[in-house]
């Protein structure tokens, strides 16, 4: 799969020809997308033709034909924030098992956050996990590079060598920058290289001690809370800083109402500022919270219920760019220490698409196609790479998926080595059954159609 340099697959395409038949695909205008029942040829890992079904006559005589009526056929999604924990720790992750869960999501790309050990902040740490996802990985693969040295928060990186050597971004997620005077020169440097900067918005001097969001779930618990504002903060902070630099900032997992409002006020005012937020913030709240369950620990917290409805409103007026799994594995011992010594993330990668669209399609709170812009076409064009899409002559990258059958989020079937999820054992519809990445099945159900067939 050719990303500019910033990708690599493990397969190439070969000149077989499959004929996806009776697919249902969103057709028409941006502004009036409607499903029409197509037939869709892939030939050498590209889509050839497109046609209403049944219209048209068998691309060759020795397709394989893939019965797809009933499935809907959607462009590759895009994660733009994964932690796939290589190097150093492979116990909670490796390119190969974080790739496959991808694919089984539905997704055909993703770009990998660097707090990795050693973290990925030079050269040679970004050249030699390239080496690895040219040998393990089953989709794409970018790598974001980190903004400090160590991500420290105190000496720069060398952007524009790390640019050189692959990377798609820049971030030093896992920990905010406290100084503002190094995220100021961050900020400066990243707009002068043209990388954006993926910024974890944390307050340290607000979170410290904190578990979950500071509210009744944390006084019931009488556990330490961390406020809003320590992102808001944060991001009002960052949000002035980068005003004079010509940089692409951008809010990772944004968690909370007064943040949102603040990227909706510098967009109104022209200036390049976007956010992503995650399917765990926009579904849940601290409400929700279940007894001393490790599982529901993340950073930044589950909030409010106003701040998760606030979330939904900007995925619905356009406030949020992009959904992100933010997928941050852990093993099962670490997760049972409880909210108090558990760490802080959870699984996301196959569980977003289903979550989201029985939970925000099907009731009709979100498009189908507004959907498909924030995981697919929305993080493509964040992170600069060629979008997914479902046109002739395209790169084949996409996915079909079943609407119709309701199953439960099951532990034996999760390809990630981690079940760090507060949604297990939940049911949901619009599973991913097939998906074709960089002109390969890398993920299949369907018999018709196995794993690295075209």
């Known amino acids: 799969m050719d990303r500019g340099g910033a990708a690599v697959t493990l397969f190439h395409a070969t000149p077989a020809t499959a004929l996806l038949r009776g697919a249902t695909m969103l057709r028409g205008t941006s502004s009036q997308p409607a499903l029409a029942a197509v037939d869709i040829t892939l030939c050498a890992g590209r889509i050839t033709a497109i046609a209403e079904a049944g219209s048209g006559a068998l691309p060759q005589p020795t397709a394989r034909i893939?019965?797809?009526?009933?499935?809907?056929?959607?462009?590759?999604?895009?994660?733009?924030?994964?932690?796939?924990?290589?190097?150093?720790?492979?116990?909670?992750?490796?390119?190969?098992?974080?790739?496959?869960?991808?694919?089984?999501?539905?997704?055909?790309?993703?770009?990998?956050?660097?707090?990795?050990?050693?973290?990925?902040?030079?050269?040679e740490t970004l050249r030699e996990l390239r080496q690895r996802i040219a040998e393990d990985a089953v989709?794409?693969?970018?790598?974001?590079?980190?903004?400090?040295?160590?991500s420290a928060g105190e000496e720069l990186t060398d952007f524009a060598a790390l640019k050189a050597a692959g990377a798609v971004a820049l971030s030093d997620d896992g920990r905010g920058i406290q100084r503002a005077s190094v995220m100021r020169a961050a900020l400066r440097r990243a707009g002068e290289v043209g990388l954006p900067l993926f910024a974890h918005c944390e307050d340290e001097s607000l979170s410290h001690g904190g578990v979950i969001h500071e509210g009744c779930a944390a006084i019931d618990r009488c556990l330490i809370g961390i406020p809003a504002e320590s992102e808001s903060a944060h991001v009002a902070r960052d949000i002035v800083l980068a005003e004079r630099t010509s940089a692409r900032y951008h809010v990772c997992h944004l968690?909370?109402?007064?943040?949102?409002?603040?990227?909706?006020?510098?967009?109104?005012?022209?200036?390049?500022?976007?956010?992503?937020?995650?399917?765990?913030?926009?579904?849940?709240?601290?409400?929700?919270?279940?007894?001393?369950?490790?599982?529901?620990?993340?950073?930044?917290?589950?909030?409010?219920?106003?701040?998760?409805?606030?979330?939904?409103?900007?995925?619905?007026?356009?406030?949020?760019?992009?959904?992100?799994?933010?997928?941050?594995?852990?093993?099962?011992?670490?997760?049972?220490?409880?909210?108090?010594?558990?760490?802080?993330?959870?699984?996301?990668?196959?569980?977003?698409?289903?979550?989201?669209?029985?939970?925000?399609?099907?009731?009709?709170?979100?498009?189908?196609?507004?959907l498909v812009q924030l995981l697919s076409t929305g993080p493509a064009?964040?992170?600069?790479?060629?979008?997914?899409?479902?046109?002739v002559g395209s790169e084949a990258n996409l996915t079909l998926v079943d609407l119709h059958t309701t199953r439960p989020i099951c532990d034996a079937e999760l390809r990630s080595k981690s079940r760090n999820t507060p949604f297990m054992s939940q049911s949901v519809r619009g599973w991913p059954v097939c998906t074709v990445a960089g002109g390969r099945v890398v993920y299949s159900e369907l018999s018709t159609f196995p794993v690295e067939e075209i």
């Open 139 to 150: 989709i794409g693969v970018g790598i974001i590079a980190a903004v400090t040295q160590g």
């Open 255 to 370: 968690s909370c109402a007064q943040s949102l409002r603040l990227v909706r006020e510098a967009k109104a005012r022209g200036q390049a500022v976007t956010c992503e937020v995650t399917p765990h913030h926009v579904l849940l709240c601290d409400a929700n919270i279940l007894g001393d369950d490790g599982n529901y620990k993340m950073n930044p917290p589950l909030r409010s219920e106003d701040d998760r409805s606030a979330l939904v409103a900007g995925l619905i007026d356009g406030t949020v760019d992009a959904i992100a799994t933010d997928h941050a594995p852990h093993t099962p011992t670490e997760k049972a220490r409880g909210l108090l010594q558990a760490p802080f993330g959870v699984i996301g990668l196959e569980t977003a698409l289903p979550l989201l669209y029985t939970r925000l399609v099907e009731p009709r709170l979100l498009s189908l196609a507004r």
């Open 66 to 123: 893939v019965e797809a009526g009933g499935l809907l056929c959607l462009p590759g999604l895009v994660d733009m924030h994964v932690h796939l924990r290589e190097p150093g720790q492979t116990h909670k992750e490796t390119l190969r098992t974080g790739t496959q869960a991808a694919a089984r999501g539905g997704f055909t790309y993703v770009a990998c956050m660097p707090n990795t050990r050693p973290v990925l902040d030079s050269t």
């Open 381 to 391: 064009h964040l992170l600069r790479i060629p979008a997914p899409s479902l046109q």
